[in-house]
């Protein structure tokens, strides 16, 4: 079983409504990263911190989404405006060192549907 | 840039019998690292088996192992004794070694179906 916690585990809103998403990663791991995965199984990174720093983010996530992972509180991804595209499933994932060699661990996903 | 390329979107199996999924890699980078993964019909995400790219051994872990031909940037996942709970999604993926690279890209998986 999973020890990625991600909460909702389903979220439903409108065009332009704010959808929030919540993470806790394994314990004792400080590399977390936000992937999305649509409907034909494609995975898009979105976003991925160590600690509470940003590592990397792609262009998208730096302007319609944030995401912020803080000290002893989990960590998030905020859509400011849904979109009808941005119905997917959202992945977050932890691994307990930033190597390139290292697996992740991920969550069950939050699926979001845009209405 | 780097790219993981499965080919078969789905396949099928009888049980007890061996399974091999196929995946190509694109990369630039001399040191990298490749997965496997499998999502279930519940969501779960598990990863099964790791082969880095400076080793010559083909990893096995309990019934799945790896066809690693690093000249054709091929690494293909054989299972063998298919059990029916191995009905899955099965995605390969790529990290490249070098400083800075933290993305894991994935392929576009394959549909396994094992039938009793």
């Known amino acids: 079983n999973s020890k990625v916690i991600q909460t909702p585990r389903y979220l439903v809103k409108g065009q332009g409504q704010k959808a929030k998403m919540r993470c806790i990663p394994e314990?004792?791991?400080?590399?977390v990263f936000w992937y999305q995965q649509n409907k034909n199984n494609e995975f898009k990174f979105l976003i991925n911190?160590?600690?509470?720093?940003?590592?990397?983010q792609i262009d998208m996530t730096e302007k319609r989404f944030s995401a912020e992972c803080p000290s002893n509180s989990p960590c998030s991804l905020e859509i400011q405006s849904s979109e009808a595209g941005d119905s997917a499933l959202y992945l977050c994932?932890?691994?307990?060192?930033?190597?390139?060699?290292?697996?992740?661990?991920f969550g069950h996903g939050t699926k979001l549907s845009v209405l | 840039a780097q790219k993981v390329t499965q080919t078969q979107t789905s396949i099928s199996v009888m049980e007890k019998t061996t399974v091999t999924m196929d995946c190509v890699y694109e990369?630039?980078?001399?040191?990298?690292?490749l997965f496997w993964y499998k999502q279930t019909a519940s969501g779960e995400i598990v990863f099964l088996i790791r082969?880095?790219?400076?080793?010559?051994e083909n990893a096995t872990v309990g019934h799945y192992s790896l066809n690693f031909q690093k000249p054709k940037s091929s690494i293909g996942l054989i299972i063998t004794a298919t059990q029916i709970e191995d009905s899955a999604v099965y995605f390969c993926?790529?990290?490249?070694?070098?400083?800075?690279?933290?993305?894991?890209?994935f392929g576009s998986g394959t549909q396994l179906t094992v039938m009793p």
């Open positions: 993926a790529m990290r490249e070694g070098g400083s800075g690279s933290w993305q894991l890209i």
């Open positions: 082969q880095d790219s400076y080793k010559k």
């Open positions: 990369t630039q980078d001399s040191s990298y690292f």
């Open positions: 994932a932890s691994s307990p060192a930033g190597t390139a060699n290292e697996r992740l661990f």
């Open positions: 911190f160590q600690n509470q720093e940003v590592l990397q």
């Open positions: 314990k004792g791991h400080p590399v």
